[in-house]
């Protein structure tokens, strides 16, 4: 995958609805949390954000449906560790599908970034996974707290990749911490470094239009998991692109059927590893 980012990656839509969870302090971190109301909790989701971050409109409304829907305790806490792009400004999100007249603001600073890399370097070296693996690693402690609960981890593009790694084995996470991990549309994927270790099962979604993570990719991380007999699924979602779990036009009805059956298929996938 390209290290630099797409601009797909900073541009989308925004969904309307207000979110119900709260803001709360937990394992050090601000976080957003979303509860099932009346049932008791299936069990734990750690959200890792998408470039906007753990304020992002979509994703808290995206944990109201792990709770209502779901029946799970959501977490949406803030792992960024650079600022979250403001996604209140309209120059980030665009009204319409990206083209060469209505790219955002951001999506020209994207175009002359290749032409100052010692900005980028900067910004790349602020997230790489030395210095977010720790911190969500650290949260993950709520294991702790949750001994017999299930607790999965899913990550939308940026948080895609971070997902993928919680659930390797490494100085920062333990076997058996997280049941099971998802990556949605993941981004800046490095294989085999970012698998090495794996040992948890792995759910992949992308779109059939995504350019960054296609199906070939797909196919590697298949090959990788089979090799270390870790399990592994994997959705192909027809006529949509990169971020589009996060991020979809919800006017646009193939948009709407393979949001809504990627949280099928990722409901179904976590209710497969309710034991460590």
Not at 51 to 72: H, P, S, V
Not at 140 to 150: A, G, K
Not at 196 to 202: K, Q, S
Request: with cysteine.
């Amino acid at each position: 995958m390209t290290s630099l980012p797409c601009k797909e990656c900073v541009s989308g839509f925004v969904r309307q609805g207000k979110p119900q969870g709260a803001e709360i302090k937990i394992c050090g971190r601000d976080a957003y949390i979303s509860s099932p109301i009346p049932e008791p909790s299936k069990g734990i989701i750690v959200m890792i954000s998408d470039i906007f971050g753990w304020k992002f409109g979509n994703l808290r409304l995206m944990a109201d449906t792990y709770a209502k829907e779901g029946g799970y305790t959501a977490y949406l806490p803030d792992f960024m560790p650079f600022p979250a792009l403001d996604p209140d400004m309209s120059s980030y999100i665009l009204p319409g599908p990206p083209d060469e007249k209505s790219l955002s603001k951001l999506g020209g600073i994207l175009k002359i970034l290749p032409q100052i890399p010692s900005l980028f370097s900067i910004l790349y070296y602020a997230g790489r996974p030395a210095a977010t693996r720790p911190v969500i690693g650290s949260f993950l402690t709520i294991r702790q707290e949750n001994p017999s609960s299930p607790i999965y981890v899913v990550g939308y593009c940026w948080g895609g990749r971070f997902s993928m790694m919680a659930g390797a084995e490494d100085k920062y996470l333990a076997k058996g911490v997280v049941n099971a991990v998802a990556g949605l549309h993941p981004s800046h994927v490095s294989l085999p470094t970012d698998v090495e270790n794996a040992c948890t099962p792995l759910f992949v979604g992308v779109g059939t239009d995504d350019q960054y993570a296609d199906v070939s990719f797909v196919e590697k991380v298949r090959k990788l998991y089979a090799e270390k007999n870790v399990p592994f699924a994997s959705a192909i979602y027809d006529k949509v692109g990169h971020g589009f779990a996060a991020r979809g036009d919800t006017s646009k009805k193939d948009v709407v059927a393979a949001m809504d059956q990627c949280m099928k298929d990722l409901f179904n996938f976590f209710e497969k590893y309710t034991q460590r």
